[in-house]
Structure formats: structure tokens, C-alpha cells
């Protein structure tokens, strides 16, 4: 079956500092992976998508995610935290195999220290 | 962009009234979910609906909930006899296609069963 676990519950950064979020999966198939912030009261918006090319992986606002088999972690980077990166962010999986639906993690909320 | 939309953002209903949630998916998505986030839990998936009919569906689906596509542009779900522990946000989303695909998601609708 498919899972993923989000590491942290919540992680503080200081505004211009690195963001590190941290996400490992377990899967019986070749996993597609996926990253979504939640911003208060706003639906889900997909930041980026792993699905089998590259490993590096860029998205939107100038995060990326590096997937690592050999670790089973899909990383959430960010050079530098901007004040309006405090969010919820979750890491996601495809159900995989016949299945369609994603599979949350729990979710890490990121604070933006000024 | 095109996106997702949810109404209403919150309801507000009486245990054992039935509710109707309401999406507009993206037009030329053919995929269509419903997932739901109870306060301070994953977010969960209840069922996907491909062609008119049910393609997945998860254990808390029950006979409770309903799904329908009554026209070509909305995709309601229907809770029959709420319970209070319905209470919780409800997510639309859509895709093109089923596998490795990213979901687009609305903002949700609040639900508060008293």
C-alpha cells in the first residue's frame, strides 16, 4: 500500500533562510509524487509532480524536490524563505496501480519568521 | 487559470438533514474526486467518478453518500442523514487523465453539522 510521511508537524524559518521540509513514501509501485501548499482559508495548489523523469524536480515560487529511491524521500527546498511561503504543505502520493486517488501525509506547517 | 470552484464555502446543518455539495470542475477535465479533511487530520479520499459512474471509491464512501454529474458542468456530492462526525472540509478536484495525473483542487467547503 501506498503511504507517505511528512516528518515534521511544523517548521519555523527565518525570512531569506533555507526551508527544508522533509517527506518519505512507501510504495509497491513506481511512485508518483506530489507536493501542495494550503494557504489559510484557500483550497490545495499544486506546487510540483514527480512521475518518473527527472529526479530534481522544479515548481512554482522557487521550490523544488529531489526524489531519492535508494532514501525513499521526496524532499520540500527552498533557498530562500519569503514571508508569504508560510503555508501547510503536503506531501502526496498516487494511489498507484489501478488506483487514481492521491494519499495525503499529515502536512507541515511552515512559519516565516521576519 | 482555469480552477476548480466549491459552493457554497460553508454550510451549516442540522444532524440527520441531507446536504448537497456543489463543484464546477475544470472544463476539459474528465476526472472528477471528492476528497474531505476533518479538523486537524489527513486529508482523506471518498471517491472518484469517471464516464458518469463511481470508478473508486474509499470505505468511508458508504450508502450514506451519493455522487452525480447532473449536467455537464457540475459534480455534487450528497450526504444523506448527517452526522456530526461529517463535519469536516470537503474538497473537489479534477484531472485530465486518472494515473500520475495532478488533481486540481477548489478551495473546499466548510461543513458544520450541529
Known amino acids: 500500500a501506498q503511504s507517505v510521511t511528512q516528518l515534521d508537524s511544523h517548521v519555523s524559518v527565518s525570512e531569506g533562510t533555507p526551508v527544508l521540509l522533509r517527506c518519505n513514501y512507501s510504495?509497491?509501485?513506481?511512485?508518483?509524487l506530489f507536493w501542495y501548499v494550503q494557504h489559510p482559508n484557500k483550497g490545495l495548489q499544486l506546487l510540483l509532480k514527480y512521475t518518473s523523469a527527472a529526479t530534481l524536480v522544479k515548481g512554482i515560487n522557487g521550490f523544488e524536490a529531489e526524489f531519492k529511491k535508494s532514501e525513499t524521500s521526496f524532499h520540500l527546498t527552498k533557498p530562500s524563505a519569503h514571508m508569504s511561503d508560510a503555508a501547510e504543505y503536503f506531501c502526496v502520493v498516487s494511489g498507484g496501480g489501478s488506483q487514481g486517488n492521491l494519499i495525503f501525509g499529515k502536512g507541515t506547517k511552515l512559519s516565516v519568521k521576519p | 487559470e482555469p480552477e476548480v470552484t466549491q459552493t457554497p464555502s460553508h454550510q451549516v446543518t442540522q444532524m440527520g438533514q441531507e446536504v448537497i455539495l456543489r463543484c464546477v470542475p475544470i472544463s476539459n477535465h474528465l476526472y472528477f474526486y471528492w476528497y474531505r479533511q476533518i479538523l486537524g487530520q489527513k486529508v482523506e479520499f471518498l471517491v472518484s467518478?469517471?464516464?458518469?459512474?463511481?470508478?473508486?471509491k474509499s470505505e468511508i464512501f458508504d450508502d450514506q453518500f451519493s455522487v452525480e454529474r447532473p449536467d455537464g458542468s457540475n459534480f455534487t456530492l450528497k450526504i444523506r442523514s448527517t452526522k456530526l462526525e461529517d463535519s469536516a472540509m470537503y474538497f473537489c478536484a479534477s484531472s485530465q487523465g486518472r494515473f500520475n495525473q495532478p488533481q486540481h483542487f477548489g478551495d473546499g467547503t466548510r461543513l458544520s453539522i450541529l
Open positions: 467518478f469517471y464516464n458518469n459512474e463511481i470508478s473508486e
Open positions: 510504495s509497491s509501485y513506481s511512485p508518483s
